[in-house]
């Protein structure tokens, strides 16, 4: 089974939370999801969630420490992922308005708990415990377990 690493950017700011929507047509199916991607040649976790932020989002970030993590089997693809979540926030200058999609991502934007409430937010995690976790300032590292993908 072929492995990967993916860093994914949980950026703060005040209440809210940047998120990257995805869509795929084949499955009918529309999804927000904190930007990220798979780590480059040998870049840090750290960094790999800096340059998606940027990436995804337009947003330079500084990245301080990884929150959550899991695990993603795809046996279709016979691939393993794990995918570490780091807690970001926006780098000295940088505006929450300056947020604009980029890079194969339908919208890009901050969205606040009630927000969230109303949309399909991957993984689980966001829909709920986040903000309960954002409230008490991250307090500690979360695994996530294993999706099958």
């Known amino acids: 089974m072929k492995s990967r690493i993916r ?41 790999s969630a800096e340059r998606e932020a940027l990436e995804e989002t337009s947003l ?6 990884p929150i959550y993590a899991q695990e993603l089997i795809d046996h279709r693809r016979n691939s393993r992922t794990l995918e570490l979540f780091i807690l970001c ?8 308005a300056d947020i604009k999609p980029d890079n194969e991502i339908d919208e890009a934007r901050f969205l606040t708990e009630a927000d969230a409430a109303t949309e399909l937010i991957l993984p689980e995690v966001f829909r709920q415990v ?16 294993v999706a099958n993908v």
């Open 89 to 96: 926030r926006l780098a000295e200058g940088v505006s929450p």
């Open 7 to 47: 860093g994914a950017a949980v950026i703060v700011h005040k209440n809210q939370i940047a998120f990257a929507r995805h869509s795929d047509s084949h499955r009918d199916l529309v999804w927000w999801s904190p930007p990220g991607g798979a780590v480059e040649g040998e870049e840090t976790i750290l960094v």
């Open 60 to 65: 330079r970030v500084v990245a301080e420490r």
């Open 130 to 145: 986040v903000w309960q976790d954002l409230a008490a300032g991250f307090p500690v590292f979360r695994y996530l377990g």
